[in-house]
């Protein structure tokens, strides 16, 4: 079964600096998604950014970029010029391919402190 | 984005009764949903896929009897707990997409079951 870990419960971020998330999975599938999600205090769950399998090219949002390892099965966020309002649980997420469920997977989940 | 709501957002229950969550797309439809719930500090558990005009599909160890899921129409789908039990407290979060590649998450039911 494909699964999802974040190893790093808690890290913290001075205000502007930067930060790299870490997140593993493990998967036979050759072609998926993975995902990174923002949960802030009021629960609200929002995309950070996403990455298609398929694609060899890092994906990158603003402040936000991930490195992608496929053969290391690895997916890492990196968050630069951090903010105050970067603060949140961050969760990296898989999704089934195309030929299964659709289902999302989900890791633990890391709590970043954004330090002023 | 799209958007994605649930209502009630919070709800205080008696035990033995039944809670039912709705959860609706307001700006696009989706024959898939999903059903989440997630425990203080915890990750996201999912619980089931809900289908538009179809049974639900439900996880490994969820109760399908317990936890009521009826996808009536391309924008709402409920999640109804029956007989609740203090256990079942949690918060519960749905999640929903015009198509499979992007989901939109509601903004979570709080459940205090006393």
């Known amino acids: 079964a494909q699964t999802v870990t974040q190893s790093q419960p808690e890290m913290s971020v001075q205000e502007a600096e930067t930060v790299t998330l870490s997140c593993t999975y493990d998967?036979?599938?050759?072609?998926?998604?993975l995902f990174w999600y923002k949960q802030p205090p009021s629960r609200q769950m929002i995309l950070v950014i996403r990455q298609e399998a398929y694609k060899q090219q890092n994906a990158t949002e603003n402040r936000f970029s991930v490195n992608f390892q496929k053969a290391a099965k690895s997916f890492s966020l990196k968050i630069s010029d951090s903010q105050l309002g970067d603060a949140a649980m961050y969760f990296c997420?898989?999704?089934?391919?195309?030929?299964?469920?659709?289902?999302?997977?989900f890791g633990t989940g890391t709590r970043l402190k954004v330090l002023a | 984005g799209a958007v994605v709501s649930q209502h009630p957002s919070w709800v205080i229950c008696k035990s033995g009764t039944s809670v039912k969550i709705e959860c609706r797309s307001l700006d696009f439809q989706a024959t898939t949903m999903f059903w989440y719930r997630q425990f203080p500090k915890q990750s996201l558990m999912l619980m089931a896929t809900?289908?538009?005009?179809?049974?639900?599909?439900?996880e490994q160890g969820v109760e399908k009897d317990k936890f009521l899921i009826n996808h009536a129409s391309l924008t709402l789908s409920t999640l109804t707990v029956t007989s609740a039990h203090p256990e079942d407290s949690s918060f519960y979060i749905c999640?929903?997409?015009?198509?499979?590649?992007?989901?939109?998450f509601g903004p979570g039911t709080r459940l205090t079951v006393l």
């Open positions: 809900s289908n538009e005009g179809s049974k639900a599909t439900y």
């Open positions: 997420a898989y999704r089934e391919p195309t030929s299964g469920t659709y289902k999302y997977i």
């Open positions: 998967t036979s599938e050759s072609d998926y998604y």
């Open positions: 999640s929903g997409g015009a198509n499979l590649n992007e989901q939109f």
